[in-house]
């Protein structure tokens, strides 16, 4: 099976009104001869505008009853009866569109930032997931592309996923997420608009210049994630709970 075939497998993304990015993590092979379980972790960008109907789509077809929202409360809002449908959890994570005081040089210096001064949030995101054992859980940011997509790929090399199509898992947002005029307007005060499409675009070249920095500071997934005070077991448990046969 080819690259290609594998990421846009019609099991991966969902099309549903009101988002563009849920895509599915299942289905990638993993370095030991297994891959990564359907239906288990779902990557999203922002659900705020998906009706009724489609939120039942995802509870009832998909089994999704745990959602991890990443974004600040400044960024949009759940209605409360969204709130009300799922086990809910409001997690920020870093964000480039937040910053006010001084533009970050590239988004992977962003990234890095994340990874170092996020770890109690990561932490409690990766209870979360361990409360949810056999469960399917859906994460998302605002695009589904930077907090998402560092989410994502630390879950996928745990589970053994090779480099490669870690990162072209990332830049497949670019296939489903549209860069709006809307987006580019709404941009920070001391950002240019070329600037700020530069930071909403997802090149694969960020994703690798990420993990080089994961893999030398912590080895791979499962050293970051016992820097953030995971057990070896708890880490060992993430894993099986996310490849099959």
């Given at each position: 099976?080819?690259t ?8 991966r993304?969902i099309?549903l009104k ?5 895509r599915?993590l299942?289905?990638y092979p993993t370095?030991?001869g297994?891959q990564?379980?359907w239906?288990?972790y779902?990557?999203?960008d922002?659900?705020?505008n998906?009706?009724?109907?489609g939120h039942?789509f995802?509870?009832k ?9 990443l ?11 969204d709130k009300?449908?799922?086990?809910f959890?409001?997690i ?5 569109a937040t910053?006010?005081?001084?533009i ?15 770890k ?5 995101i990766?209870d979360i ?10 994460f ?11 989410l994502a790929?630390?879950?996928?090399d745990?589970a053994?996923?090779?480099?490669d ?11 489903y ?23 909403l ?16 500071a912590y080895?791979?997934a ?7 005070g995971?057990t070896?077991e708890?880490i060992a ?5 996310f490849i099959e046969?």
């Amino acid at each position: 099976m080819t690259t290609e075939t594998l990421l846009f497998n019609p099991e991966r993304h969902i099309e549903l009104k009101g988002t563009q990015n849920i895509r599915d993590l299942g289905g990638y092979p993993t370095k030991d001869g297994k891959q990564t379980k359907w239906g288990k972790y779902y990557r999203a960008d922002s659900l705020h505008n998906v009706a009724p109907e489609g939120h039942a789509f995802l509870q009832k077809e998909k089994g999704i009853h745990t959602i991890i929202d990443l974004r600040f409360s400044m960024e949009g809002k759940y209605k409360k009866e969204d709130k009300a449908l799922y086990n809910f959890y409001n997690i920020p994570l870093l964000d480039p569109a937040t910053f006010t005081t001084r533009i970050p040089k590239t988004l992977v210096e962003m990234y890095m930032v994340m990874l170092e001064s996020s770890k109690p949030k990561f932490k409690e995101i990766m209870d979360i997931f361990l409360e949810n054992r056999e469960n399917p859980v859906l994460f998302h940011c605002r695009v589904g592309k930077d907090r998402t997509g560092v989410l994502a790929a630390i879950l996928l090399d745990l589970a053994g996923v090779p480099r490669d199509i870690i990162v072209k898992d990332y830049a497949l947002t670019a296939a489903y997420k549209e860069i709006t005029e809307e987006e580019l307007n709404n941009r920070p005060p001391l950002m240019s608009r070329n600037q700020f499409k530069t930071l909403l675009g997802c090149e694969p070249s960020y994703m690798e210049e990420f993990l080089d920095y994961l893999y030398k500071a912590y080895g791979d997934a499962a050293g970051f994630l016992k820097a953030v005070g995971l057990t070896e077991e708890e880490i060992a448990a993430l894993r099986d709970d996310f490849i099959e046969e």
